[in-house]
């Protein structure tokens, strides 16, 4: 199985700071790497897939970028409305396994 | 619109099983496989297993083996997750998720989640 870890943790930060999350796979899952932002008690909301390319509706602060082994996710302007909790996941193969997810607060 | 709508929530008691279900509207059903994800309280996501509506395989996690079941039925466009033997750990909400292949298998659609209490 392949394990996914994502650092930090967990992230405090300003509005307008620039954000960057990494997420770490185990083996090669090429471009397999999505990013969901999830809110409090809200289901996860997919961000970027295939790595890097933006999903429809997303703003374009939202990057992301990597492939193989490391990835990033980048958030170029904190608004308040980002604070959230964000999870990596790879989708190369099953099991579909999710990073342990950054909780994004308000410094 | 596209959109996956869930069960409601659930309580039950350990050693007995729950039934989920989620019904998938504005897209061809049969097109895209869907997954089932679960969220304990205050912890991370845990993927289950995947099904594919149109034949209906599945793909169950090692720690899921044994104990669930994902079904479908395409008259009504629905799909079903079945957890036997439930435990207090099993308490958790549990989401159906859309994969879209031209994402690379990305979960582009999700249901509202399901919240499935287990307690004597």
């Known amino acids: 199985d392949i394990q996914m870890t994502q650092s930090p943790s967990s992230l405090s930060a300003s509005v307008g700071d620039r954000v960057t999350i990494t997420c770490r796979a185990s083996q090669s899952i090429s471009s397999y790497l999505n990013w969901y932002q999830q809110k409090p008690g809200k289901a996860p909301k997919l961000l970027i897939y295939?790595?890097?390319s933006l999903q429809s509706g997303v703003p374009s602060r939202f990057s992301g970028s990597g492939s193989g082994t490391d990835f990033t996710l980048t958030i170029s302007s904190l608004q308040p409305e980002d604070f959230a909790t964000y999870y990596c996941q790879q989708s190369y193969s099953t099991p579909h396994s999710f990073g342990q997810g950054t909780k994004l607060e308000i410094k | 619109q596209v959109q996956l709508v869930q069960s409601g929530a659930e309580v039950k008691k350990p050693g007995a099983s729950v039934k989920v279900s989620c019904k998938a509207s504005?897209?061809?059903?049969?097109?895209?496989?869907m997954h089932w994800v679960r969220q304990a309280p205050g912890q991370g996501l845990e993927w289950m297993g995947i099904i594919n509506p149109s034949g209906g395989s599945t793909s169950y996690a090692q720690k899921f083996q044994g104990r669930v079941t994902m079904t479908r039925d395409t008259s009504t466009s629905t799909v079903y997750m079945e957890l036997s033997s439930l435990r207090s750990e099993d308490t958790a909400v549990y989401y159906c998720?859309?994969?879209?292949?031209?994402?690379?298998?990305?979960?582009?659609?999700w249901g509202q989640g399901t919240m499935v209490t287990v307690s004597s």
């Open positions: 504005g897209y061809t059903f049969t097109s895209y496989y």
């Open positions: 295939a790595a890097s």
């Open positions: 998720a859309r994969a879209n292949w031209g994402s690379l298998g990305a979960f582009d659609i």
